[in-house]
């Protein structure tokens, strides 16, 4: 094939592409989170698209927090999504250790009243340095905490939960009885399996700006 043909036939790919404005889910919002091109809808079907907090809610002290969202269908030009989890920005992370302290790191499974399945880091800094008796302790309580938590809500519910640090202040309210504690953030979490479909399950109030 000619170089001439070769760069026909991509012109012709590329005007046949369109962009589709990718949008939150509703516990987010609805908020418009970027934009994709294609030239087929169904080939956006799976695509992952990162953005942040801030981004969602224009909460500058939310910056640190990245959301990661997936595709699960195209109506129109509109891409729809499904939350699949976060994480705190390296810089944020780093700057929360302190010399002299201790960092009790945990990994949890939580289910939710509609069956999606979520693991879920937690981080815990504490004052002072800790013995290891107090890290067990520190440990059980934030999966004590997590069990609990994850049985009371519908996924859409608990992504709130998580990114908006709610259930990181029931951990430390519950654990700072043992020891002295200076912060803890969920780290991380991961959507490992889905459930109930989201147009079943109870409506969810959105994050509002």
């Not at 026909?8 to 990718?22: G, P, T």
């Not at 969602?56 to 499904?82: C, M, P, Q």
């Not at 994480?87 to 944020?92: E, G, K, P």
């Amino acid at each position: 094939m000619s170089e001439q043909k070769t760069t026909a036939k991509l012109k012709d790919k590329w005007r046949q592409k369109k962009w589709y404005v990718v949008v939150a889910p509703g516990a987010f919002g609805n908020v418009e989170i970027g934009k994709t091109l294609s030239d087929d809808p169904q080939k956006l079907v799976g695509r992952v698209l990162g953005t942040t907090l801030y981004n969602i809610t224009e909460d500058f002290s939310l910056l640190h927090v990245n959301l990661h969202f997936k595709i699960t269908r195209v109506e129109g030009d509109k891409a729809y999504t499904i939350f699949i989890g976060h994480d705190l920005a390296r810089d944020y992370l780093r700057s929360l250790v302190r010399r002299g302290s201790s960092r009790i790191d945990g990994m949890f499974n939580m289910t939710t009243k509609d069956g999606f399945k979520v693991r879920v880091g937690i981080i815990a800094l504490s004052t002072v340095r800790t013995k290891s008796s107090q890290k067990h302790s520190i440990r059980r309580l934030m999966e004590d905490t997590v069990n609990k938590k994850s049985a009371q809500f519908l996924y859409d519910e608990l992504a709130q939960q998580l990114v908006l640090g709610k259930i990181a202040s029931e951990i430390y309210n519950a654990a700072k009885s043992v020891y002295p504690l200076r912060k803890i953030e969920v780290r991380k979490s991961e959507l490992v399996s889905t459930g109930m479909p989201q147009s079943e399950a109870a409506p969810v109030p959105a994050t509002t700006k």
